[in-house]
C-alpha cells in the first residue's frame, strides 16, 4: 500500500553495523527508501550496506560522540526525510561500581550525541519539511526498570522528554518526533554484561508470548514510523514488548 511505502525518501540510520539498525535498514531498503547507514565498525557496516536492497545507498563510518566524527557524518548526509537515531550501548553497571566516566559514556552514547545530531541537522537544514525523525528507546527508563541498568534507563528516559519536546518545537515545521520503545531483543546487546544463557532463558519465561523480540519486528515499527502512513503521529512512542509491561 503507497502509505507505507519508503520510495522516494532517503533515510540516516545510525548504529546500522548492527542488530536493530541493521534490520531496520534492511526493512527501509525494501520498503524502498535510498539510505545513509553509519556505524563505527567499518567492516560489519558494509555488510550492512551489501544486505540492501536496489541501488545508491551508501555509509559513514562515525563515532557519534567524537564531535568531529559526528560533524562529518552532518555534512555527508544529504537532505532527508528520515532520521533513525538507533546507537545505542547498554552498559550494565551496579550504580555502586559506576564511575564518572561510566556516566558520561552511556548518556553520550545514548542520549546525548542523539540530541547533537538531531540540532546539527536541523541547523544545517538537512532535514527536509515533513521528515520524520525515529529514536530507538526502550522499555527500560521509561515503562519499567532493571537492576544494574541505572545509566541505561537514565539514557533512555532522556531521550523520551528530547523526543517530546523536540516533536512539539519541530510540528510548526512539519517535521515529526517519534520513538519506538523495545522490550527485550535479540542481538549482540544482550551480551554486553554476564548474563549466562540460563538465566537469559528464564527471563524469556517472563514475557507473555514466551520469548525476546527479532529486530526486523522492531525494524517494522521503524518503516511505520518513516512512512507516510503516520503522517498525523507525532510525539508518541510505540511499545514492541511481547506483552511484558502488562504485568
Ligand atoms: N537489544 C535489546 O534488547 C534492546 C532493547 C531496547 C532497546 N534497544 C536499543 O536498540 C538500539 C540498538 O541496539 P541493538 O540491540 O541492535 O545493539 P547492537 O547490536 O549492540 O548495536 C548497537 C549499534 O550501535 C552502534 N554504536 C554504539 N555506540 C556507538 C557510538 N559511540 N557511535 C556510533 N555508533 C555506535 C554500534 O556500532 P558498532 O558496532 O559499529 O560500534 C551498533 O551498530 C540501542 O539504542 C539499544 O539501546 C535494544
Known sequence: MQAFSLTGKTILITGASSGIGRAMAIA??????????????????????????GEGHSMCVADLTNEDELAALVDFVPKLDGLVSNAGIANPLMLQFVEKQDVEETLNTNAISVIHLTRLLLQEKKLKKDASVVFTSSINGNRCAYIGSTLYAASKAML?????ASALELAPKGIRVNSIEPGMIETELLKDGNIS???LDKDKQKYPLKRYGKPEEVAWAAVYLLSDATRWMTGSSILIDGGYTLQ
Open 160 to 164: 523520551t522528554g528530547f523526543m517530546k
Open 197 to 199: 544463557q540460563d538465566e
Open 28 to 53: 527501509c531498503a525494501e520498503a524502498g527508501a535510498l539510505l545513509v547507514i553509519s556505524g563505527r565498525n567499518k567492516e560489519r557496516l558494509s555488510e550492512t550496506l551489501q544486505l540492501l536492497h
